[in-house]
């Protein structure tokens, strides 16, 4: 097979600091190539670099990147952006970012034909809907004029490949293209990835924290760690016997379960959600009259015991997050009943609800936007302390709770001064934990707070959830759609379509028995880690 790209000795620095260091591989015609590490091993630079649009800060030491017989570093600027989008393309982790929001996707996938291959009007329509057709979305013409905000976060993301392969380029870059998603949507992208690249004979950089995503895409994988790779081998050849001790490690991070715990019988429940309904109105016309509701959440009944933890999984869509925002009292359409020590949150005035803020707190999936970049992290949690009077009144006091706070989620006490921007997204993520605990509540609800971590952080972070919970008797309603680490964190699953809850149990139950068929298509759905298993051991 001839090479697509081909990557020899690259270096790359800011400063005296070097953020990649001499890195080769080649990726080969119409093969899938995994780029796997934790976050911050230059991954994604790698990227960048490849696309040529490194910040001007970064300068490249060494090296040449060359896609085919063209060398990358040497092509003038206007030449370049030829290449991007045209010869390469790049698909990325959040869709929503990359997709402009006052504009209808069907004109975003229209411009870029446009742009690069000068198609009259009527041809760049029909092309657009046949590549719509092709990445298997639903009602082309339709959804053609809708904007990105009317689409699933699944819809998104065909859009974008969509975009990528509107030129028919030779290599196709996706940075993380499925960490957001849940695991049916996930498995249905990564079918359709695979698909498109065998019957398009595309080349393909994967770029992931997923081992298991690794294990059903790739055909060869690299490893890199702090801006080195490590170790390159054929996909079979990496699960089954993995050289470098770095790569045995991830290896060993992304097979690691926790044995299943069990919940205590008649535990006194701190939260209970009976009949919780979240409905929608459908709002049409000049009048915008009332022609429906959407269910988005419809006859829920659930509870949690202080100290314990229920997961609620499910697909995008599916209510999940409605029901944390419900329980928040962030949504004025709620009915039903969300009981916590015995009082009825719903409906209750805001002055009634001020003393309930500080017992029920929230972590994010994306902590760098939920904390605000002009605020150190002292002040970030000082805010909170000030705004619910929780902890010490003096300044000094505060900066004292507020150390012994970071220390207690494995932060320094020093990094109260920094800013969100020089944190990595593990620890911010413990920010956002140290945020939640500083007004100490007896329930955070946890709403997808892994989903964009690698799997070594991401155990990091589950671990430290387990032990804050062991230490303070605090209840987490852990919302994911990551099957793999529920009986990492949790007690018992709920599991959502539709609005409605379809089964529920102890984890044990529902993992290894599954009832509903739903349920048990979620958990066919999930990436499987290729088992080791050893020639000889296959031997007749």
Known sequence: MSSILTIKDLSLSVGSDILLDRISFEIQHGEIFALVGESGSGKSLTSL????????????????????????????EAQMQKVRGKSIAMIFQEPMSALNPVMTVGSQVAEVLKVHLGLKKEQIKEKVLSLFREVALKDPEERYHWYPHQLSGGQK????????????????????????????????????????????????LFITHDMAVVSEMADRVAVMKKGEIVEQAACKDFFTYPQHAYTQRLLADARTTKAYTKVEKGYEPLIEVEGLKVHFPIKKGFFQR????????????????????????????????????????????????????????????????SSYRRKIQV??????????PRMTIANII????????????????????????????????????????EFSGGQRQRIGIARALAVEPELIICDEPTSALDVTVRTQVLDLLSRLQKESGVSYLF??????????????????????????????????????????????????????????????
Do not use: W
């Not at 196709?172 to 019957?199: F, H, R, S, Y």
């Open 49 to 76: 670099a490849i696309m040529r649009l490194l910040p001007e800060v970064i300068a490249v030491r060494s090296g040449e990147i060359y896609l085919k017989d063209s060398a990358l570093f040497t092509l003038p």
């Open 290 to 353: 009332t022609t429906g509701v959407v269910k988005a959440v419809d006859d829920v009944t659930f509870s949690i015991a202080k100290g314990r933890t229920l997961a609620l999984v499910g697909e995008s869509g599916s209510g999940k997050s409605t029901i944390g925002k419900a329980i928040l009292s962030l949504l004025d359409e709620t009915e039903g009943e969300v009981r916590f020590e015995n009082q009825n949150l719903v409906g209750l005035d805001k002055k009634a609800l």
């Open 363 to 372: 972590v994010f999936q994306d902590p760098f936007s939920a904390l605000n």
């Open 479 to 540: 919302i994911t759609h990551d099957l793999s680490i529920i009986p990492m964190i949790a007690d018992e699953v709920a599991v959502m379509k539709e609005g409605k809850i379809v089964e529920q149990g102890l984890v044990k139950d529902v993992m290894e028995d599954p009832q509903h068929p739903y349920t048990q298509k979620l958990l066919a759905s999930a990436p499987k880690l290729m088992h080791k298993e050893r020639e000889d051991d296959n031997t007749i």
């Open 382 to 421: 000082r805010e909170g302390m000030i705004s619910l009077d929780v902890g010490p009144k003096s300044r000094r006091e505060q900066d004292k709770y507020i150390a012994a706070l970071l220390l207690k989620v494995d932060l320094e006490a020093a990094h109260m001064h920094r800013y969100p921007h």
């Open 157 to 204: 993301q065909r859009v974008m490949i969509a975009i990528a392969l509107a030129c028919e380029p030779d290599l196709l870059i996706a940075d993380e293209p499925t960490t957001a998603l849940d695991v049916t949507i996930q498995a249905q992208v990564l079918g359709l990835l695979k698909k498109i690249c065998k019957q398009r004979d595309l080349s393909i």
